[in-house]
């Protein structure tokens, strides 16, 4: 009964370098989510999944990509790392309805030098 | 814009009430959740409300009234256990989630 699965947990970059995070689901849930959260912030989303296939943009998404290739993976790639990207990220899942709560993944907590 | 506050830190007794509040200013409503989210964790629901009211679930209480952009999370019988972050967080139009900026709780013995 594994949720929602995040790789790597942990990873420190160099200003510049490329990386993809990695989330699992094993929920069968339509739409998923990438946020990064920041001190003070909250969570912001960076973009989100409504299905296989499809992808959109959320409140911070410069600098980051996304695919959807199979239902119960949803990636999050840097190109081109800068330090401002240093963050925590979280991955989240639901079914779509509206009184549907996200699940949560682990987090991936990201360091760029 | 969209806007949702919450109180930065708050401290309690254990076995005591506490109440956190919840101010938003959102396009579009369709629900307001609230997480907990220990240091280093997750985040975890823990409720959902639609409607102004109450409601209940065992020693967690979440109140909504949509007129007035705001709601609180009540916590009774405080646990030590309960010390952790408390994220609010307004679903807008479609899949638009706004996450407040958390309410960080430390429970004394």
């Known amino acids: 009964n594994a949720g929602v699965t995040q790789t790597p947990k942990f990873r420190v970059l160099k200003t510049g370098q490329s990386m993809t995070l990695l989330c699992a689901q094993d929920m069968n849930h339509e739409y998923m989510y990438w946020y990064r959260q920041d001190p003070g912030m909250g969570l912001r989303l960076i973009h989100y999944?409504?299905?296989?296939?499809?992808?959109a943009k959320g409140e911070v998404p410069d600098g980051y990509n996304v695919s959807r290739l199979k239902k119960q993976n949803f990636l999050l790639g840097l190109e081109s790392a800068a330090p401002s990207q240093t963050s925590v990220y979280f991955c989240?899942?639901?079914?779509?309805?509206?009184?549907?709560?996200?699940?949560f993944g682990d987090g991936t907590r990201l360091s760029i030098l | 814009g969209q806007n949702i506050d919450q109180p930065t830190e708050m401290t309690a007794t254990e076995g005591a009430i506490v109440q956190i509040n919840c101010t938003y200013q959102?396009?579009?409503?369709?629900?307001l959740f609230w997480y907990q989210q220990h240091a280093g964790e997750a985040p975890t629901f823990l409720s959902y409300?639609?409607?102004?009211g109450l409601e209940e679930k065992g020693r967690f209480s979440s109140f909504l009234s949509r007129s007035k952009g705001y709601s609180y999370l009540l916590l009774k019988e405080l646990q030590m256990k309960d010390s952790a972050s408390y994220l609010c967080?307004?679903?807008?139009?479609?899949?638009?989630?706004?996450f407040g900026p958390g309410t960080r709780l430390s429970v004394l013995p």
């Open positions: 967080a307004v679903r807008g139009g479609g899949q638009n989630f706004v």
């Open positions: 999944s409504v299905g296989e296939g499809t992808t």
């Open positions: 959102t396009s579009g409503f369709n629900g």
């Open positions: 989240a899942s639901n079914r779509g309805q509206p009184n549907q709560p996200q699940h």
């Open positions: 409300n639609v409607l102004d």
